[in-house]
């Protein structure tokens, strides 16, 4: 079965601090896909990223970083210098054969000016 | 079109009534998918259709719950005799697939489902 964990609830942070936010995954799959969804205050999930599993390159888009590591099945993302636009619900997913989405509980970030 | 299409943005019903709706995939997007989410909680997988493949209805909840997708394009869930508890924001997506290299599931901007 598949499994998302995002261990945390909400982050609390002044604007330009950095926040991590993680994600853990379990799947018997040796195919699959990871991503990562931003849901802002008018409640449009957004895509950000997708990882393929056997892709483990980390990668860099912006104030945004992802840092994939099969060895300890997370999946965990960087915003770098925060802003209050970034203030939002973050999903982390884990798909097999790019059927059934299942997403992690959400991490709420609140970025405070 | 450019984006996933839902409709009706908003929908208040009354208990016991059957309400559907609609959604309408990106052009040529092979795979479309129904989530719902309840207040504050998180999302929760209903129905997959693939192509011309049977569909994976492992997460609807009752058989109250059903969903078709007409010409391999737009889809219809249909929620019969609501209960308060059907109350969330249904949100679908579509997708080209894992042939895509770096393409995800699109969401649309869902239907918030009231039953009073």
């Known amino acids: 079965a598949q499994k998302v964990t995002q261990a945390q609830t909400e982050i609390s942070v002044v604007e330009k601090e950095d926040v991590t936010l993680d994600c853990v995954y379990e799947?018997?799959?040796?195919?699959?896909?990871l991503f990562w969804y931003k849901q802002p205050p008018s409640g449009e999930l957004v895509f950000l990223i997708r990882?393929?599993?056997?892709?483990?390159q980390n990668e860099i888009s912006g104030r945004y970083s992802w840092n994939f590591q099969k060895s300890t099945s997370s999946f965990n993302f960087t915003i770098t210098a925060s802003q209050v636009v970034d203030s939002a619900v973050y999903f982390c997913?884990?798909?097999?054969?790019?059927?059934?989405?299942?997403f992690g509980a959400g991490t709420q970030v609140v970025v405070t000016p | 079109g450019a984006g996933v299409s839902q409709s009706p943005s908003n929908k208040v019903t009354e208990k016991g009534k059957d309400v559907e709706l609609r959604c309408d995939p990106i052009s040529g997007h092979t795979a479309l998918y129904w989530y719902r989410q309840s207040l504050g909680q998180g999302l929760e997988f209903l129905i997959y259709?693939?192509?011309?493949?049977?569909?994976?209805k492992s997460g609807l909840p009752s058989d109250r719950f059903s969903a078709e997708r007409t010409g391999g394009s737009v889809s219809t869930l249909t929620i019969q005799r609501t209960q308060q508890e059907d109350s969330a924001v249904y949100l679908c997506?579509?997708?080209?697939?894992?042939?895509?290299?770096?393409?995800?599931?699109?969401f649309g901007s869902g239907t918030r489902l009231t039953v009073v």
């Open positions: 799947t018997r799959d040796t195919t699959y896909y």
């Open positions: 990882r393929n599993s056997f892709d483990e």
């Open positions: 997506a579509s997708s080209l697939g894992p042939d895509s290299p770096r393409d995800g599931y699109t």
């Open positions: 259709f693939q192509g011309n493949s049977a569909p994976d």
């Open positions: 997913a884990l798909s097999d054969s790019w059927g059934k989405l299942q």
